[in-house]
């Protein structure tokens, strides 16, 4: 029997020490993971963590409108065979049928609208414990710690993935959820010079990850994937200062 290097030994560990964080990816399922194109590869095992917590900062009602534009791409690979999804806020901005345009059926996705951020975050708690649902999105402004912790222990039970899309918080505090992003719109380019829009794009910023690497990327949606599109200067220069 072969020695096991002191490398094969760091694999072996973070593959066992990631569930017990409850960061798990899809069993015998790459369909996310192949339409995020280089996103991955930010990830442990270059695999976008299911049945985990994943936090999005919208600045305004443009970042907002990203956000969502997004986050739907995310949902349209984890509700491909026939899932459904459950969406609560206290101001819907999705516009249903728009969703056919991200592969995703607009009756598989059930919208639950409530007037108070606690009652949006028990619903979404709750939401969090049906084993039967692919996601669960909730929309809040803040989220403490402690509440934090409590939505991961409920997906670390169901294995649902969760998307909490924070609008103008007051405050970026510590919590338990898995990521941080931060989603711009990008102008989009019309395909062979033809009229009209292009497919949408987005700046994608992963603020913070557990167990990866934060970056940046320029992405596009398109045929059902997330497309790499060449990155401007500008965040050759963001990613630079970032680094050092």
């Not at 609208?113 to 619903?123: G, R, T, V, Y």
């Not at 509440?147 to 222990?153: C, E, G, N």
């Amino acid at each position: 029997m072969l020695k096991e290097t002191r490398t094969d030994i760091m694999h072996r560990l973070q593959k066992e020490i990631l569930p017990l964080q409850g960061i798990r990816a899809a069993l015998n399922d790459t369909v996310l993971d192949d339409a995020l194109g280089p996103i991955k590869h930010a990830f442990q095992t270059a695999s976008f963590p299911l049945g985990a917590i994943h936090e999005f900062i919208a600045t305004g009602s443009e970042d907002a409108a990203a956000t969502g534009g997004f986050v739907g791409g995310l949902l349209s690979c984890l509700m491909r065979n026939n899932g459904v999804a459950i969406w609560v806020s206290a101001c819907r901005t999705i516009f249903p049928p728009a969703l056919k345009l991200l592969g995703i059926a607009p009756d598989k996705m059930i919208f639950i609208d409530l007037k108070k951020e606690n009652q949006i975050l028990w619903a979404m708690e709750e939401a969090l414990k049906c084993n039967g649902l692919s996601a669960v999105i909730g929309e809040m402004q803040d989220l403490s710690f402690t509440a934090s912790r409590r939505l991961q222990l409920a997906v670390e039970q169901s294995q649902v993935t969760g998307f909490v899309v924070r609008r103008n918080p007051r405050k970026l505090e510590a919590n338990a959820c898995v990521t941080r992003w931060k989603i711009t719109s990008l102008p989009s380019e019309a395909a062979d010079a033809l009229p009209g829009v292009g497919f949408p794009r987005w700046k994608v910023e992963l603020l913070k990850v557990r167990n990866g690497k934060p970056a940046i990327w320029e992405v596009e949606w398109a045929a059902g994937h997330f497309e790499h599109v060449a990155i401007s200067k500008a965040i050759v220069v963001e990613l630079q200062k970032k680094v050092g």
